[in-house]
Structure formats: structure tokens, C-alpha cells
């Protein structure tokens, strides 16, 4: 693995920074439409989409400039442009299994934001285990009539078209009856039911589907393929840009360093005390060690390798490296780490960055509360630890504590 970057990269990186100190909105994107005019400008300089095929408006790029692309965003603090999951997942699924027509319909428009897309996958009572989802699509001449629920669908109240997974033969075993299809979220009978996080935003939905009729030219793939596909789709969101998380960190880290040297109202300095300053080394060591094993998988990529259950070492790493170092940032800030509004300019965690509308309030108890959900969406920590078990070091198969077979009574049990 050669860790230089070579003089076309660093000409590259000259050109995406010069680009950003240009063109770098000075004030926050408060609406959607703010969002959407970013993202487009994002598109035309080339930035979103950037390894897709060139046909379906992609740019071809290869995965170490999407990085250094990312890289850069993370350095200013580039506000993201609209429907990352479009981007990340949805596109990526249609380029692999769709159609020709379903490629010239949906891809283009996903990369220009002018729609966007969410994820159908979760239901109240699956998960982790997504195979045993409900939510049914029964054929009905030439198109499904779905039936169920959804849960956590992020950006569903503002979604056009959702990316979703139903059972279409119940009496298949469970991973052989899923199929995958698009669908018009505007379509009568879906209701979307925003929900409160912890943060105090929507950021995802309950959405209820009754007797939404969907034409069979939305199904992707194979009928009865869809546990595939999701396979696929999976892949790409654990996989991510772990690059440009690395990064964040590590600005997130400046600005920490500058707040702990800043002098209090007392006269003191967080600084000053001998156990922050080992906090402080062991955050920078453990965001070093991120972006080591972020350029290894760069260096997979680049050789033209796919995602694969490896991207689920990527996935827990940073996940859990996340939720640790926050902790650790808000020990360190005291009741300034745990403030929501109304930080000194100070103490601000985005002083340095640009505000990215109402979630960016400077605060940092903000990232503290979001790195939980990191343990948690695209697989939980437990479940990319039994994929790397089974799937990675060949480990057998888990038993699930409702496959077990019933214990034997017990003379107590059985009355003796
Ligand atoms: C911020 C966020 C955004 C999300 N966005 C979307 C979205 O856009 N679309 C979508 O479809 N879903 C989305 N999700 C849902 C997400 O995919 C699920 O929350 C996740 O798969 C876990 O499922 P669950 O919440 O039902 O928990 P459960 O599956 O009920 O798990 C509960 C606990 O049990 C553990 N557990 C479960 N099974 C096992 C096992 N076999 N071995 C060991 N431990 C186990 C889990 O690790 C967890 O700790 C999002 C979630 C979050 C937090």
C-alpha cells in the first residue's frame, strides 16, 4: 500500500480546494430549496455521482479523487447536498439491477437532486432481521397492491421516490419472497407519519402504506431477488466514505483543541490540566488509526474491488469510534458540551465551519446524541460483528435463542 498521494492527486486537491474557497455558500442553507440549489451547483462542479458511469450522467472519477473530493468538504465543512441516500444507495442499486429504462428514468435525476429518494426497508418488527419483513406487495394484474408499514425511513417527508422491500410470495422461506421496487411517494395510499428524535428533529418517518397500487415496470430485478439486491445496496452504505469521516474528526478535533485553550470565566484553561491533554493524545491517536484503515480500503477500491462484507469493518470502526470520542469531547467541555443553543461564539463548535441550518447550532452536544444512531442504522454494531464472525474469519453460524431447542424440564420444573 503506497500512502503518497501522487502529483495528479495533489494537483486534483488544488483545484477541488480552490473551487470550495469560491464557491462555498457564507450563509446557511435554511430551506430545501437552498439545499437543492447547492447540491446542483455540487453536480455541475462535478462532485456528486463522481464515480457513476459517464452514460447515466456520472463522472467516472476514480474512488482516491471522490475522496479527496470528500476529504475537502469534511476540511471546510461543505454542507452535503440533498438525497445522500439517492446517492449512496438508491442510484448505485438501479446502475446494478435495473433496467435500461428504469436507468434513463431515475439515474439522472438522483444525481441532480431534482428527486429524492428514501430507504423502505425497516418494519417495527424487522430490522436486524430484514428478512422476516411483512409489509406485502400482491400482484394484481400488471401492477402490486402493497399493504403494511415502514419505520425509520429517513428524509421520507420530503422523499419523491422510495427504494423499498416487500414480501411478494409468503409461502417462499423467508429470504426467497422479497422483492425490491421504487415507488412514487405521492402515490394515494401512502402516509407518511413523521417521528421526534432525541436530537429534537424529524430526521425519519413511520410510513404507512393501504392499498397503494405500484406498476409492475417499477420492480427491480427478478420477482422474489429482492433480499439480493438489498445485499448489494447494503454493501455500499457500510462501505461509505469513511475518508471524509476520518476528516471530520479531525476538524472536529481542531476546533476541540482551540475551545480548550480559550481562557474561562475563572482565569483557567481546560488545556492546563494534565488528564484533558492525555484525553486530547488518546483522541487523536484513536482518529489516526480511522484514517489508516480508511486508506486501506481506498487502496481496495482503487484496484477496482467491490464492497463486500469487509465494508462491515469500516462500518463498526468508525461507528464505535465515534460514539467513543464524543463521549470523551463532552467529559472534557462540561456543561458547554452539553448545551444545545445559546453557546458563547467561543465554545461553538461550527465557528470555524459555516452553519448548516437548524441542526447547526454550534453545538456539540448535537454529534454526541447522533453518533448513537451510528452504532445503530445500516446494521447495528452486533450485527456487523456477526457478519465479520460468519462472513470474514468463517466462524459457524450464530444460534438465535428462538432456533435453540427446548431445554430439557428440569426436576424442579417438572414437579419432582
Ligand atoms: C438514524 C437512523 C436512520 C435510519 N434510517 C433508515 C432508513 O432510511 N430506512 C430503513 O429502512 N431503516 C432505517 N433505519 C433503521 C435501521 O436499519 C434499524 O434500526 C436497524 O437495522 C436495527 O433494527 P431495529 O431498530 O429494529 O432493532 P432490533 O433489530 O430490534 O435490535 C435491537 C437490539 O438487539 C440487537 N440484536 C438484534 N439481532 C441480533 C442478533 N442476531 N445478534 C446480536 N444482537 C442482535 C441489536 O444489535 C440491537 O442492539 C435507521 C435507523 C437509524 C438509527
Redesign the pocket.
Known sequence: MDLNYTAEDTAFREEVRQWFSENLPTEALTTLDDRRAWHRKLYEAGFIGMGWPKEYGGAERRPMEQAIVGEEMARVNAPAGVGG?GISIVGPTIIHHGTEEQKQRFVKNILTGEEIW?????EPNS????ASLACRADIDGDEFVINGQ?I???GAHHSDWGLMLTRTDRNASKHQGISCMLVDMKTPGVEVRPLKQISGSSE?SEVFFDDVHVSADNLIGELNTGWQIAQTTLGYERGGNTLSRATRLKEQFARLLEVAQHEREDGTRAIADPLIRQRLGAIYSDVEVLRYSSLRILTRLEKGQRPGPEASIAKLHYSELDKRVQEIILDILGPYGQQLEGLPAWAKLGASGIPIGEEDSGSWAYPFVWSR?GT????????QK?ILGERVLGLPK?V?ADRMPAAAPTKAAAGD
Request: charged share 20%.
Open positions: 441516500l428514501c430507504q423502505l426497508y425497516s430490522g436486524s432481521d430484514l415502514k425509520w425511513t429517513s425519519f444512531a445503530i442504522y445500516a446494521g447495528s454494531s452486533e450485527i456477526n450464530e438465535r
